[in-house]
Antibody, heavy 118, light 107 residues
C-alpha cells in the first residue's frame, strides 16, 4: 500500500524557518517525481514545488522561489521542504504527493499544518 | 502561468442527480488535466487522469472529457459519499495550477 506521511509542521514566527519531511513507503520512491502542494485554511489547493526522481531538477511556484528548497533522500525514501523567511501567507496544510514524469499526482499524504504567526 | 477557471464554485444537488463541473484553461493544455475529490480534513484523491481516464478503484459514475482548453467532470448519479469538493489540475506546464474548486452540497 502506498503511504506518504508528512511531519514537521509547527507554529513559527514570521521570518522563521522550518523543515518538513515526507516519509514514503509501499512503492519504489526513486521512480517517482515528488511534489508539495499546500492548502490555506478554508481555501483551495496550490501547487508549491516539485523535484524529479533523482533530485537533479526542481521547480518552484513564484510565491516561494528563493525561500523554499525541495530535496529528497532516495535511500531513506524521504522528501523534504526547507522553508525560510516564512510569512503569514505561508500558513497552510502542506501535502506531499507523488507522480510519474508528465503525469499528475496519483497519491497524496494527509498533510502537516504550518502556522506562521507571532 | 496557465490559469484554470473552474465553475461553478458551489452547487446543491440531490442524490441521483447528474452533476457537471467545468474547467477552462487560459491556453491549450492538450489532455494534461486531472480531477480530484477532497473531503474535509482528508487528502485529495485523484478521480480522473489525462482528462478522461478513470483512476483504478473509482466508481464508473465519474467521467471526464475534453481537451485543449475545455474540460468537464461528470457524476452521472450523485451518491451520498460524493458530497465533497472537487478540483481540476493542469500539469501541462510549470507552475502547475488548480482550479478554484467546486463544493458539492446536499440539496
Amino acid at each position: 500500500e502506498v503511504q506518504l506521511v508528512e511531519s514537521g509542521g509547527a507554529l513559527v514566527q514570521p521570518g522563521g524557518s522550518l523543515r518538513l519531511s515526507c516519509a514514503a513507503s509501499g512503492f519504489t520512491f526513486s521512480d517517482y517525481w515528488m511534489h508539495w502542494v499546500r492548502q490555506a485554511p478554508g481555501k483551495g489547493l496550490v501547487w508549491v514545488s516539485r523535484i524529479n526522481n533523482d533530485g537533479s531538477g526542481t521547480w518552484y511556484a513564484d510565491s516561494v522561489k528563493g525561500r523554499f528548497t525541495i530535496s529528497r533522500d532516495n535511500p531513506q525514501k524521504t522528501l523534504y521542504l526547507q522553508m525560510s523567511s516564512l510569512r503569514a501567507e505561508d500558513t497552510a496544510v502542506y501535502h506531499c504527493a507523488r507522480g510519474l514524469q508528465y503525469q499528475s499526482t496519483d497519491s497524496w499524504g494527509q498533510g502537516t499544518l504550518v502556522t506562521v504567526s507571532s | 502561468d496557465i490559469q484554470m477557471t473552474q465553475s461553478p464554485s458551489s452547487l446543491s444537488a440531490s442524490v441521483g442527480d447528474r452533476v457537471t463541473i467545468t474547467c477552462r484553461a487560459s491556453q491549450g493544455i492538450r489532455s494534461d488535466l486531472g480531477w480530484y475529490q477532497q473531503k474535509p480534513g482528508k487528502a485529495p484523491k485523484r478521480l480522473i487522469f489525462t482528462a478522461s481516464s478513470l483512476q483504478s478503484g473509482v466508481p464508473s459514475r465519474f467521467s471526464g472529457s475534453g481537451s485543449g482548453t475545455e474540460f468537464t467532470l461528470t457524476i452521472s448519479s450523485l451518491q451520498p459519499e460524493d458530497f465533497a469538493s472537487y478540483y481540476c489540475l493542469q500539469h501541462n506546464s510549470y507552475p502547475w495550477t488548480f482550479g478554484q474548486g467546486t463544493k458539492v452540497e446536499i440539496k
